[in-house]
Each structure stands twice: as C-alpha cells, then as structure tokens.
Nanobody
Framework: QVQVVESGGGLVQPGGSLRLSCAASGFTFSSYGMNWYRQAPGKERELVATITATGGSTTYADSVKGRFTISRDNAKKTVYLQMNSLKPEDTAVYYC???????WGQGTQVTVSS
C-alpha cells in the first residue's frame, strides 16, 4: 500500500536550518510529483513547495521563496525540504503529499523558537 513518512522535524532557533525528509513506498515514486504543505495551529493547510516527477521543475510559496529548497532522490524514493533562515512563523506541522494519488503523510512538527 502507498505510504509516505515524514521525518526531520524538531525545535530550532530563529535563523537556523532543518532538512525534512519524506520516504515513499508502495507506488512508482519516480512517476509522481510531490508537494510539501504545512499547517500552523488555528490556520488552514498551506502549500509550501512542489516538485515534478523528474525533479526538473519546482515552485514555492512566496513566504518561503529564497529560504526553502525542495528536492528529490528517485533512487531513494525520498523527497526533501531544506529549510534555512527559519522564522517563528515557519512553526507548523509539515506534510508530504503525493500528487495525483492524493496520499498524505502523518506530518512532522517544526518549531522555531528561542
């Protein structure tokens, strides 16, 4: 069955960095685009970044452009979100999503606080 499992979240100080990973299984990973979303307490889920199946094209929310980088390794069936220059407003649960198939991971908590 399709599974996506996020990892790499945690507590980081403002200005710090984290790299999130999303490990996929149960489908042909290299055939599907992937998205990262986030949801802060009391707010709607927000699209953060997208990447095509080959990794050749990416998009970013304006709020993270220039600070976050999405990438993927199709041999490892994993998509990454490198987050730099983190701000308190980046605090949220981050989710991985398989486009077209519509599967979500369980999420990983990112907290940016001093």
């Amino acid at each position: 069955q399709v599974q996506v499992v996020e990892s790499g979240g945690g507590l980081v100080q403002p200005g710090g960095s984290l790299r999130l990973s999303c490990a996929a299984s149960g489908f042909t990973f290299s055939s599907y685009g992937m998205n990262w979303y986030r949801q802060a307490p009391g707010k709607e889920r927000e699209l953060v970044a997208t990447i095509t199946a080959t990794g050749g094209s990416t998009t970013y929310a304006d709020s993270v452009k220039g600070r976050f980088t999405i990438s993927r390794d199709n041999a490892k069936k994993t998509v990454y979100l490198q987050m730099n220059s983190l701000k308190p407003e980046d605090t949220a649960v981050y989710y991985c999503y398989v486009r077209m198939l519509g599967y979500w991971g369980q999420g990983t908590q990112v907290t940016v606080s001093s």
